[in-house]
């Protein structure tokens, strides 16, 4: 960054903020070097002028093994923050996290300031490590949010900047205050400006970024203006956001997911997105990479030996160096300070990945100068090699870490894995911190010889794994997914890669019973895709994704009809895919399925309950029911179920359907259950999200119509008196998002049918997850071959939502003919658009023919 331009693009509020949230990492550096000076005067080993208070010990005897847990305590303290700080700040946002760290920053210099023995003052760092810890995920995130996209490199290095002068200011109380209880006063001051932080950040504001990924774009844009100015230029950035992962951000499509009055999304708001966890992060088929790559990069920064000088530099230089030690400390932290201040711009202009090689190179190099110093007892090239050796972790390992966490994921996942890179170094600075002064007993100055040969194991790891993230918008670009199968990055934009629960396709037409056109056929019509036929089948996934049930509800509905909300997660991505269920006979295995640890209040509150939740109810099984009643429970005799009707399983008092579990003789094959009328069976119906149909009452389609024939359908008492389920995908149908769709709209009002708007605008011709609305019917016991029917205008369907080996069977297809139609147009959607729609379906997909 050029800083001649600093008071015309940078404005006090903005810098006033970097400094508030900086702040954090000034503690963390600080409490990393607060016992390195005052060592040998808390440990007993000078001896003092003034006597000991009568409350407190002047100093608390330790040995090496005792001041080694002291010290790692820290470090224990900086993992449980740092786990915990990911998901709080992509849950509840990165102020309020910020906020949160201040209350460990402040209670822990109390215990540490007033620490009668070593628990107390151990305790007292494990809390100041777990506010550390937590700030130094949250605040590099907060950061990268708040600062202009092009110095976001420069200003990221202002986390290790303000560690740098925490361990200064750290050295400096500790080389003056190193006697007597002054050690006390040194421990305090953390407390101190923990205060300061805690009231700077009631001024502060949230991340605007964080803010628009929640759909608050509004406030987003609102809180970037007093960032950035009055004159500042906005669009670039906000339309960058929109590249880095989240919707296209205007005031229009604003207004149709979120009031514009909304100050801030409420703590545990969903986003867009919601974030990934941990778990999430090592399994999702595009950020596993980048959870290796992170952590190695953290390991690389503690294991080239840093605190080894930041923790116990005065001590281990204190037989060569003499009195001269902790003044070489304190120009180590000088130094620190100034070459990392120095060589911040250097990571915008020579990347990420050049600044940490070279990086390691310098620090492979002093550790081995530094080895040499030691063991031949050559002060002056130790201390060289001591100065060599920081201002070369200044120049990369520093900073970059820091920045290449936020840097290779997309928003959703920069909170977990943050907080993965921060385990990795809290776990190697345990590490380093607990057998350093060990290891430096026993080896002396060797020991250096173990950082030189890490770094140059880290340096070749580097070279080969870590991308380079410098001038890349946003990760797809990072790690090259924009151009895989020859797309081009103009090509990206407007048509999208494929879902990654299902291919994108459009399915062939269902082999076996084809829909006649003369004579006019019934309204359903049977199909068995078990017959042999010469279309091909669809491409499917060869493995169905997992799923799982968190919650149901019972919703009463305002035509009197009651169902069942069923919110679903899967492990392909991180959205809440829902399943509208009518009928008690449907229940899901996940969500019956007992789960570790829980209540029967904790069963009932997440929906896995029979029956109807009442007042002063205590079980959710009905077994346990009975029991309280003084009803039997098991009779003597059990007659079998007849097949696929629904039974009670006695092991654990649920309702449950054993279609599933039996499976038809060889004489039963393709038989389509005559003896069942085809209205028994459960009606389903595959819906897409529309935001256009259903949220702002578009008559250019019928989708919202739709979904509300389908919802009356499944409740009539004789038309569906096996129930029936929707089962609601929280995607566009084609994968285009909602900003293409009113590209396609505005086409349509050129001159072109819906058909060909599509076309022009390149978009894929389906690109739902079929394979992910067969798991979830399998989940609800719909699976099996027993059967379904299935609500659709769409022969070719069919087959896509049976899944690879027919987990689930369609026994019927029912059509979905438009309320309009079957009214003469006295009821349904009634506008010029959708019978252009319509009739283009007609016209181009034949499908819908002997339908009207």
Not at 219 to 248: H, M, P, T, V, Y
Not at 361 to 367: C, F, V
Not at 389 to 409: K, M, N, R, T
Not at 418 to 423: E, G, M, P, T, V
Request: with cysteine; proline share 6%; hydrophobic share 40%.
């Amino acid at each position: 960054m050029d800083p001649r331009t600093w008071l015309r693009d940078l404005t006090p509020y903005f810098l006033y903020t970097l400094f508030v949230a900086t702040l954090g990492p000034l503690l963390f550096g600080f409490h990393l070097g607060e016992l390195n000076a005052p060592e040998d005067v808390i440990r007993c080993k000078k001896k003092s002028i003034v006597a000991a208070a009568a409350s407190l010990p002047q100093c608390i005897q330790m040995t090496s093994i005792e001041w080694g847990v002291v010290g790692s305590m820290y470090t224990l303290g900086g993992l449980l923050g740092a786990l915990s700080a990911g998901p709080a700040a992509g849950k509840y946002g990165r102020r309020r996290t910020m906020q949160l760290t201040t209350i460990f920053f402040i209670i822990g210099p109390v215990f540490e300031a007033l620490s009668p023995n070593i628990g107390v003052m151990a305790f007292g760092r494990l809390l100041s490590g777990v506010g550390a810890g937590a700030s130094v995920v949250v605040v590099p995130i907060y950061i990268s949010e708040i600062a202009p996209p092009a110095e976001r490199g420069f200003f990221g290095a202002f986390t290790q900047i303000m560690c740098n002068v925490g361990i200064l200011v750290a050295q400096l109380l500790g080389y003056f205050l190193s006697h007597d209880q002054y050690w006390r006063i040194i421990l305090a001051a953390g407390g101190v400006i923990g205060v300061a932080q805690s009231l700077g950040l009631l001024l502060s504001v949230e991340s605007p970024k964080y803010l628009a990924d929640q759909g608050n774009t509004s406030q987003a844009k609102r809180i970037l203006r007093k960032l950035r100015g009055e004159k500042f230029d906005l669009d670039e950035e906000i339309s960058s956001w929109g590249a880095d992962g989240a919707d296209d951000v205007n005031d229009e499509e604003q207004t149709l997911l979120q009031e514009e009055d909304d100050e801030r999304p409420a703590p545990g708001k969903p986003g867009r997105e919601d974030a990934l966890s941990i778990a999430q992060i090592f399994h999702h088929p595009d950020y596993h990479k980048a959870a290796i790559a992170v952590i190695m990069v953290m390991l690389a920064q503690q294991l080239s030996g840093i605190n080894s000088i930041v923790m116990y530099g005065v001590s281990l230089l204190a037989d060569l160096l003499a009195s001269n030690s902790a003044l070489l400390n304190l120009a180590v932290s000088a130094i620190n300070i100034i070459v990392t201040a120095g060589c911040a711009p250097l990571v915008d202009r020579l990347g990420r990945k050049t600044c940490l090689l070279q990086s390691l190179a310098g620090m492979g190099i002093s550790s081995l100068l530094l080895a040499i110093g030691i063991i031949k007892s050559v002060p002056i090239l130790s201390a060289i090699a001591v100065l060599l050796f920081v201002s070369s972790f200044a120049l990369g390992l520093g900073p970059v870490p820091f920045i290449l966490s936020a840097e290779l994921v997309g928003p959703e996942a920069v909170g977990a894995t943050q907080s993965i890179a921060l385990a990795a170094n809290w776990i190697a600075t345990f590490a380093v911190a607990q057998f350093f002064p060990l290891a430096s007993d026993v080896l002396h100055g060797k020991v250096y010889l173990i950082f030189a040969a890490l770094s140059a194991f880290f340096f070749v790891f580097i070279s080969w794994y870590v991308p380079e993230t410098k001038g890349k918008k946003n990760a797809d670009e990072v790690w090259g997914r924009e151009r895989r199968n020859g797309m081009t990055n103009g090509d990206a934009h407007r048509n999208p890669p494929p879902s990654l629960l299902s291919p994108a396709f459009t399915p062939p037409a269902t082999p076996g019973i084809a829909t006649p056109s003369h004579p006019r056929p019934p309204r359903s019509t049977p199909v068995d895709t078990s017959l042999s036929s010469d279309i091909p089948a669809p491409y499917l996934l060869e493995k169905l994704p997992e799923v799982e049930c968190e919650v149901r509800a019972r919703i009463p509905t305002t035509t009197g009809q009651e169902m069942w909300l069923h919110v679903y997660r899967n492990n392909v991505d991180t959205k809440e895919h829902l399943a509208i269920v009518f009928g008690n006979e449907i229940r899901s295995q996940s969500l019956d399925k007992v789960r570790p640890g829980e209540t029967e209040f904790d069963r009932m509150t997440r929906g896995a309950y029979v029956g109807r939740l009442y007042p002063g109810r205590t079980h959710s099984r009905v077994e346990q029911i009975k029991k309280a009643a003084g009803i039997p429970t098991l009779p003597k005799a059990t007659p079998a179920p007849q097949r696929d009707a629904p039974v009670i399983d006695h092991a654990n008092g649920l309702l449950s359907s054993s279609s599933a579990a039996s499976s038809p003789t060889s004489s039963e094959a393709g038989d389509i259950h005559p003896s069942t009328s085809n209205t028994d069976l459960p009606l389903v119906r595959i819906h897409s999200e529309c935001y256009t149909g259903e949220t702002v009452w578009s008559a250019r389609c019928d989708c919202g119509e739709q979904l509300d024939e389908a919802a009356r359908l499944m409740s009539h008492p004789q038309l569906s008196p096996g129930g029936g389920a929707i089962i609601y995908l929280r995607q566009e149908g084609r994968g285009i998002g909602l900003g293409e769709k009113l590209k396609a709209y505005n086409l349509q009002d050129l001159g072109n049918d819906t058909y060909e708007a599509n076309l022009l605008l390149r978009h894929p011709a389906d690109a739902r997850s079929y394979g992910l609305a067969t798991a979830m019917l399998m989940d609800l016991g719909l699976g099996g071959e027993r059967g379904i029917r299935l609500l659709t205008n769409n022969p070719e369907k069919v087959r896509a939502v049976e899944g690879p080996c027919r987990e689930v069977v369609v026994r019927e297809r029912v059509a979905m003919v438009p309320l309009a139609w079957k009214t003469g147009g006295r009821e349904g959607v009634r506008s010029e658009e959708v019978e252009k729609y319509l009739s283009t379906k007609i016209e181009k997909f034949k499908h819908m023919l002997s339908q009207q």
